[in-house]
């Protein structure tokens, strides 16, 4: 079975930093694309950027450039998301989507990671 | 970036009903679209891509049309488990971006 797998909920203070996960599995890592989306409290999705673990070339919108990194570990087919200093305003559910080459939409979600930053 | 606008942002509808949702893109995007269907506390789940080809595995109900700015998602006779969130998304040019979703409750 295709399937992508997340790391737990996570709960963070303010200036933190954090690394989420999204382990895939049932197909060739390295031969798909893997999405991250946003989804604040009650709003609609916010495509942030993705990355071709074959290679590790990455690709952002200008909207999260240089407010997260993307990268991942072909060895153990995982894609990460990270934060280097949390704002409450990151306060939201991250979802890592297998996006294909042709055509380029999302075919495969994971379950989705809660990420809470309060003080 | 492409900005994607969805109508209506909710309705209300029946079991049975036919349910018809538009988005309309900033710029021509030719036929690179997608609906995705979203239930509460869950993942988006593909519809349709290509404005109208069918995700393996979704019912026939749901179909998809429109090309250059103008699209629509018709589920043709509502069932019980339609009743959830739709996003429409583009990836004619990156970054990709989705529509602010229509909600689809029941009447």
């Known amino acids: 079975e295709v399937q992508l797998v997340q790391s737990g909920a996570e709960v963070k203070k303010p200036g933190e930093s954090l690394k989420i996960s999204c382990k895939g599995s049932g197909y060739s890592f390295t031969s798909y694309w893997i999405g991250w989306v946003r989804q604040m409290p009650g709003k609609g999705l916010e495509w942030m950027g993705i990355?071709?673990?074959?290679?590790?070339?990455?690709r952002y919108s200008p909207s999260f450039q240089g407010q997260v990194t993307i990268s991942a570990d072909k060895s153990i087919s995982t894609a990460y998301l990270q934060w280097s200093s949390l704002k409450a305003s990151d306060t939201a559910m991250y979802y890592c989507?297998?996006?294909?080459?042709?055509?380029?939409?999302?075919?495969?979600w994971g379950q989705g990671t809660m990420v809470t930053v309060s003080s | 970036a492409i900005r994607m606008t969805q109508s209506p942002s909710s309705l209300s509808a029946s079991t049975g009903d036919r349910v018809t949702i538009t988005c309309r893109a900033s710029q021509g995007i030719s036929s690179y679209l997608a609906w995705y269907q979203q239930k509460p506390g869950k993942a988006p789940k593909l519809l349709i891509y290509a404005a109208s080809t069918l995700q393996s595995g979704v019912p026939s109900r749901f179909s998809g049309s429109g090309s250059g700015t103008d699209f629509t998602l018709t589920i043709s006779c509502l069932q019980s488990e339609d009743f959830a969130t739709y996003y429409c998304?583009?990836?004619?040019?990156?970054?990709?971006?989705f529509g602010g979703g229509t909600k689809v409750e029941i009447k």
């Open positions: 990355i071709y673990p074959g290679d590790s070339d990455t």
């Open positions: 998304q583009q990836y004619y040019s990156y970054p990709p971006t």
């Open positions: 989507a297998r996006q294909r080459l042709d055509p380029e939409i999302f075919d495969i």
